[in-house]
């Protein structure tokens, strides 16, 4: 933990600017994630529990189909954005903003021109979790229990 999950509609894995780099997007986010402090300064995510995964959509309808865009001449081709963070219980209320925060920036700047030039959505939220149950089995942690 924690995981950054990004679903996506297929139509954004073509070259900018109708498209998005999305392993830039994942390192950019990852980094966002990892310049995250607490109150007292203190990174929030430990750097070998980081992960950002970001899958498009094998199927996907959004909105109208397209025809408010047509009427709009923005075209059909919508494109939707899904970004889930999901984090351990235990970090305050401060922290959820602060994190949550610093992802939309990222995200607004990374998708500036998609959100200038086209149809598209994009939803970002964080979720602190309850687990029922949590095994980790790990051989990146100790790459970074000296930093």
Do not use: W
């Not at 939707?80 to 602060?98: D, K, T």
């Amino acid at each position: 933990m924690p995981h950054l999950v990004i679903l996506y509609t297929p139509n954004l894995d073509q070259p900018a600017p109708e498209g998005v780099d999305m392993a830039s997007l994942c390192r950019a986010l990852a980094d966002t994630m990892l310049a995250v402090r607490d109150e007292q300064g203190k990174q929030v995510f430990p750097t070998g529990g980081t992960r950002v995964l970001a899958y498009p959509a094998a199927h996907s309808a959004v909105s109208d189909g397209g025809a408010a865009g047509i009427a709009a001449g923005l075209g059909a081709d919508y494109a939707f954005v899904y970004m889930n963070l999901r984090m351990a219980q235990g970090r305050s209320a401060l922290v959820h903003q602060r994190v949550g925060e610093a992802l939309n920036a990222c995200v607004k700047e990374r998708f500036a021109a998609q959100l200038a030039q086209r149809p598209i959505g994009i939803t970002v939220q964080v979720d602190e979790g309850h687990e029922v149950f949590d095994a980790k089995n790990s051989s990146l942690h100790p790459l970074f229990q000296n930093k």
